[in-house]
């Protein structure tokens, strides 16, 4: 069963802690994105990358880090200096050799206390 | 640059009603164009796209919309509602270029009254 899983669900932190969002896809896609979604604002971009060990900022990189260790893996780190984490995260990966279209993940919501 | 408007944060339509959702784009260069819809608590799914050749485009669902070069429009039509097809939709714009930048509009809540 091909496609882009992402854990937790549902994920609280108390605030300061850095905290560590899962992202994995087994489509051998190059290309992975990680965005931020809140209400009203639609998705912004805060990173992605398009090789394994390469990764670029997005619009909203701010307080939050990446590595791409792997092709199937893309984990994003909130960090404390990111003021505002509370939000819904969505994982997206595209092959860049024979789609233009990016294909999502389900979600995380982080809820910082 | 490029950018998306939806017009309306909310769609509100009765049950068998025409759904229109209006998506507005600006783009430097030929723009690739996606609606994508999103269930609550879920990722985005993606409905329909065009990125050349026919400008009316048909999706998943009984969605289509056309991309019209001249009005810079690209609106979400389905001829009767139903009320799974309540959810939030998104249009997007990107270039055609490797990286491709995708920009999301703000989203546009459909909500189906039986």
């Known amino acids: 069963d091909g496609g882009i899983t992402q854990s937790p669900k549902y994920l609280f932190r108390k605030e300061g802690q850095n905290v560590t969002l899962s992202c994995e896809q087994n489509?051998?896609?190059?290309?992975m994105y990680w965005y931020r979604q809140d209400p009203g604002q639609g998705l912004r971009l805060i990173y992605y990358?398009?090789?394994?060990?390469?990764?670029q900022k997005g619009d909203i990189a701010e307080g939050y880090s990446v590595s791409r260790e792997k092709k199937e893996s893309f984990p994003l780190t909130v960090t404390s200096a990111q003021k505002n984490p509370t939000a819904f995260y969505l994982c997206?990966?595209?092959?860049?050799?024979?789609?233009?279209?990016?294909?999502f993940g389900p979600g995380t919501r982080l809820t910082v206390l | 640059a490029q950018s998306v408007t939806q017009l309306g944060s909310h769609v509100s339509v009765s049950e068998g009603a025409l759904v229109l959702l209006r998506c507005n784009y600006s783009s430097s260069v030929p723009p690739y164009l996606f609606w994508y819809v999103q269930y609550p608590n879920q990722g985005l799914q993606l409905l329909l796209k065009y990125t050349t050749g026919a400008t009316l485009v048909k999706g998943i669902n009984g969605f289509e919309a056309e991309f019209k070069k001249s009005e810079t429009s690209f609106h979400l039509t389905k001829p009767s509602a139903h009320m799974s097809d309540a959810a939030e939709y998104f249009c997007?714009?990107?270039?055609?270029?490797?990286?491709?930048?995708?920009?999301f509009g703000i989203g546009t809540k459909l909500q189906v009254i039986p």
């Open positions: 997007a714009v990107s270039d055609s270029g490797g990286y491709q930048k995708v920009t």
């Open positions: 489509l051998n896609h190059d290309a």
């Open positions: 997206a990966s595209r092959n860049l050799a024979t789609t233009d279209t990016q294909y």
């Open positions: 990358s398009q090789i394994v060990n390469d990764f």
